[in-house]
């Protein structure tokens, strides 16, 4: 069964703006990966600063591949390994497996 795993990132007001537009210019580096299945970014509407990073996979092997590889790679920086300041003032990740699920029926 799937694996959910979401990142709870605590953003500061004035660096929103800052984290939208990091992941926006990361958007396609999880989709290619293998055992990838969904990904979605939750901005925080009321009462929290906290966004959600929701990805899905199909194994808890296919996490951690991505990431040892791909994930690690699109954190490392620019030229000369320098990395910008992160725009979450904290992160803690959650684990779930799917136990049950449900899709829209179709007409």
Do not use: C
């Not at 605590?10 to 990361?26: D, G, I, M, N």
């Amino acid at each position: 069964m799937s694996v959910v795993k979401i990142n709870v990132l605590t953003v500061p007001a004035e660096q929103r703006e800052v984290l939208e537009k990091r992941f926006a210019s990361r958007a396609h580096t999880v989709e290619s990966s293998d055992g990838f299945e969904w990904f979605e970014l939750l901005r925080p509407v009321e009462g929290t600063d906290q966004y959600l990073v929701y990805t899905r996979w199909r194994d808890e092997a296919s996490f951690q591949a991505w990431m040892e590889g791909p994930m690690k790679a699109a954190h490392q920086g620019g030229a000369g390994g320098e990395r910008p300041k992160p725009a979450a003032s904290g992160s803690t990740l959650w684990s779930f497996e799917v136990v049950q699920q449900a899709a829209p029926k179709t007409a």
